[in-house]
Nanobody, 123 residues
Framework: QVQLVESGGGLVQAGGSLRLSCAAS????????IGWFRQAPGKEREFVGGITWNSITTTYADSVKGRFTISRNNTKNMVYLQMNSLKPEDTAVYYC????????????????WGQGTQVTVSS
C-alpha cells in the first residue's frame, strides 16, 4: 500500500512557474515508478509524465515536453513536478500516481493515487 499526497498547487499567471510535490508513504518508495496526471474540467484525466524508480528515465506528454520536469528524492520519499512557461490550458487538477510502469498513459496501470492539487493559470 502506498499513500500519496500532492501539494504546491495554486493560481499563477501565464508564463509563470509552479512546483508540485508528491509525498509518499507506505510501501518502499524507492522501488516504484511515479507518474503525474491532470484533469481539466469536463475532460478526461490525461498523462503528464512519469519517472522510473531510480530517476534514470523520464517521459512526458507532448503538450508539456520542454516545459515540465519530473524529479524525485527517494531519501525523502518525494517526487516533484516543476512546471515552467505555464499556459491557461495547463489549468487542471494534478494527481500523482504510483505503479510499475513509468511510461504508461493508462490510468488502470497506476495502482495508487493522491487526492490531487488544483493548478489554475490565468491569461
Amino acid at each position: 500500500q502506498v499513500q500519496l499526497v500532492e501539494s504546491g498547487g495554486g493560481l499563477v499567471q501565464a508564463g509563470g512557474s509552479l512546483r508540485l510535490s508528491c509525498a509518499a508513504s507506505g510501501r518502499p518508495f524507492s522501488r516504484i515508478a511515479i507518474g503525474w496526471f491532470r484533469q481539466a474540467p469536463g475532460k478526461e484525466r490525461e498523462f503528464v509524465g512519469g519517472i522510473t524508480w531510480n530517476s534514470i528515465t523520464t517521459t512526458y506528454a507532448d503538450s508539456v515536453k520542454g516545459r515540465f520536469t519530473i524529479s524525485r528524492n527517494n531519501t525523502k520519499n518525494m517526487v516533484y513536478l516543476q512546471m515552467n512557461s505555464l499556459k491557461p490550458e495547463d489549468t487542471a487538477v494534478y494527481y500523482c500516481a504510483a505503479g510499475d510502469t513509468y511510461f504508461s498513459t493508462r490510468m488502470s496501470d497506476w495502482r495508487y493515487w493522491g487526492q490531487g492539487t488544483q493548478v489554475t493559470v490565468s491569461s
